[in-house]
């Protein structure tokens, strides 16, 4: 059954962010008309105007922005407000130059650039939540004003992690809080390795330069803290607005491959989450649908687009062209996975400061670029659809920044990522035109058929049950290599690998673990664990790298062995049989993922070169959209082009 829960019943709306501080107020009106003229209907606004808001301390100054929401929303446009956070004002970093963050090394960072602050210092957080209780009371039941963004983009330029000393204070207090007793942190983290009993919560450390590296509890610990740090700091903004913008909806705008933040906690008290689409910091259109993809699960509902790339972008180090077309491809593929909003960034290019060679939907010179004619197009296809939602799928992927950030912390084979094994995973499914969804740890998966769960490193009691019934139930999981190997607190598990109850589960031991050294490393040549695993039924053999586990099946049957090097006879995936369903365990890391797959029928092969999905009309129809991410012609479709079926 497809079902969904709808959010906005409206056609996806088209939108861009201006900054009306950046251009002389007889352009507003004209700026609007032409906004109107491409189909646009919101306009993103102030996220990073606190010094025109607030040009000395506590004098404030919101007439040009209210001049500028009149003007622009007399030419009906709705108008997304943000809090101007991100962009502490000068006055404010020279009285109180404590407020920028301190790098790893101990070095300040200068202002004069964004997100220089730290969470954790009082004047921050104290002139932070006077600007938001500002602007919140100014425009909080504004009629032109739907909706909020909090901030812009918390940790962008590897900034959610600061090392100064409120932030060693506020780590102390949050240890104190989660391990309630020095005894028991002691005990979590192993404090007996390298002398490191800790008897005063000040006298623990936060990461810093040392000669070898310090203790992997703290420091997983300290990615945990930190991003909760802009959690609570978000929290503190919510509760603002929940007070003066009554019936507004509350979102931030999240980022392209991010792991510093915990997404899963930034979302929860968000009403939707929104998303900066930058193709081009990503490999391919499939890592572009998984970042989708995953932007839909944080909360299972749709999701606004709060920035979409409109052409080349400054920061790109090669900074590729678009190719005609392009844009409005990344727009539809953006709604095909449960946008309804896609808002353009940024309305005309900046004739000053640090993104000059950032594209707009306008040039320079204010006559419109590519991305202006391509948003103009995607407004006029969408305005011949009734509004889309996405369904649920049927696959589930679970997803964790604490599983990440543990194997960040020690990939072991230094090549190994969490990211890249996920999108492994999420490949095969996407080239098969299977949708997927993201699942937190601790998920319950029912409503899926096949569940994948990638390193799941840290063992999280008693999650394993809920899976055990649901696989018996008839569901099909999946787990790889690496799970359930070490407490929540980084530490390695004294129970048989896996642990956590997967061992059990899956029928399965894992008697040993190597790192496969990459291709190129010559060393000791003939100590490698091989390269290929065969079917137990001998069609086939697949070869793998990064990663290969020995196992014991107990109650599993063996679906592959090594064939070769000192793994050679050894097993290496292998299936329990658990009432309707099946368990299975992969033992090595696959090169292709897909031909494991295909091979064992636990997916069909792909049917199209083309990227389809389904979505449900508001009017009970259903709809298949397909896109062509070639620039060539692919099965009938023009390069670069999108077709919308109406199936029902
Ligand atoms: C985003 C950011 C914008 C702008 C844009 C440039 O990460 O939110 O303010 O800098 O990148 O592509």
Redesign the pocket.
């Known amino acids: 059954m497809l079902s969904v829960e709808r959010v906005i019943v409206m056609p996806p709306l088209l939108g861009c962010?201006y900054y009306p501080e950046h251009w002389p107020q007889e352009r507003w009106a004209v700026d609007a008309a032409l906004m109107r003229q491409a189909g646009l209907r919101v306009v993103r606004l102030a996220?990073?105007a606190w010094d025109r808001m607030e040009p000395q301390p506590g004098v404030y100054d919101f007439g040009w922005l209210e001049q500028a929401i009149t003007t622009l929303s007399a030419a009906g446009l709705q108008i997304v407000l943000c809090t101007p956070t991100?962009t502490p004002p000068p006055w404010l970093t020279h009285a109180h130059p404590e407020i920028c963050r301190v790098t790893l090394d101990g070095t300040r960072v200068s202002p004069g650039a964004?997100r220089q602050a730290c969470a954790s210092v009082p004047a921050y957080q104290e002139a932070a939540l006077r600007i938001t209780e500002q602007i919140a009371w100014h425009f909080g039941e504004h009629p032109a004003v739907i909706g909020w963004q909090i901030d812009?983009?918390f940790g962008?330029g590897e900034t959610t992690r600061c090392y100064c000393d409120y932030c060693r204070q506020g780590f102390q207090d949050w240890l104190a809080e989660r391990y309630g007793s020095l005894d028991a942190l002691n005990a979590a983290w192993g404090t007996q390795f390298w002398g490191m009993t800790y008897r005063d919560w000040r006298h623990i450390p936060i990461p810093g330069i040392t000669n070898e590296p310090q203790s992997p509890s703290m420091r997983l610990d300290y990615r945990r803290f930190s991003s909760d740090n802009w959690v609570r700091f978000q929290r503190q903004q919510i509760a603002l607005l929940r007070q003066y913008a009554p019936g507004r909806w509350i979102t931030h705008?999240l980022?392209i491959r991010h792991w510093s933040l915990n997404y899963w906690r930034l979302a929860q008290e968000l009403d939707f989450v929104s998303y900066?689409n930058?193709p081009h910091g990503l490999s391919d259109p499939c890592e572009v649908a998984l970042n989708l993809d995953l932007m839909w699960s944080l909360k299972r509902r749709s999701f606004w687009v709060?920035?979409q790339?409109p052409g080349p972008?400054?920061?790109h180090p090669q900074r590729p062209p678009v190719p005609p077309g392009q844009v409005r491809v990344w727009t539809h593929q953006a709604i095909a996975h449960g946008a309804e909003a896609v808002v353009y960034?940024?309305f005309r290019a900046g004739r000053f400061g640090?993104?000059q060679y950032?594209t707009g939907l306008l040039k320079w010179d204010a006559t419109p670029d590519q991305g202006y004619r391509e948003a103009q197009a995607a407004a006029a296809d969408l305005a011949r659809l009734p509004d889309l939602a996405r369904p649920a799928s049927r696959v589930g992927i679970v997803f964790d920044y604490d599983d990440l950030w543990s194997i960040e912390l020690e990939p072991v084979q230094r090549d190994f990522r969490y990211w890249d094994l996920v999108l492994a995973l999420y490949r095969v499914f996407w080239e098969a035109n299977v949708p997927v969804d993201f699942l937190p740890r601790g998920c319950d998966p029912s409503g899926y058929d096949t569940l994948i769960v990638p390193a799941a490193i840290l063992i999280h009691p008693g999650e394993v049950d809920a899976w055990r019934e649901w696989v018996a139930r008839g569901g099909r999981l999946i787990v790889t290599f690496r799970s359930g190997v070490r407490e929540l607190s980084n530490i390695a598990t004294d129970s048989p690998l896996p642990g956590g109850g997967l061992s059990d589960l899956l029928g399965v031991r894992v008697q040993d673990f190597c790192a496969v050294p990459a291709p190129g490393f010559t060393e000791w040549p003939e100590h490698r664990p091989g390269t290929q695993v065969q079917s137990v039924k001998g069609d086939h053999t697949l070869t793998y790298h990064l990663w290969a586990e020995a196992l014991s099946p107990i109650t599993a049957e063996p679906l592959y062995r090594y064939g070769d090097g000192l793994l050679a006879g050894q097993v290496a995936i292998t299936r329990q049989r658990l009432g309707a369903g099946e368990a299975i365990y992969v033992g090595c890391w696959p090169v292709n993922f897909g031909e494991l797959f295909h091979r064992q029928g636990w997916i069909a092969q792909k049917s199209s070169r083309l990227e389809q999905a389904q979505l449900l009309g508001g009017d009970g129809t259903l709809w298949r959209v397909t896109l062509n991410h070639s620039l060539q012609p692919v099965e009938g479709l023009a390069g670069l082009e999108v077709r919308y079926e109406r199936l029902s």
């Open positions: 962010a996220e990073f991100a964004r812009n983009e962008v705008n980022m900066d930058y709060m920035e790339q972008v400054n920061w960034f940024r640090q993104e950032h």
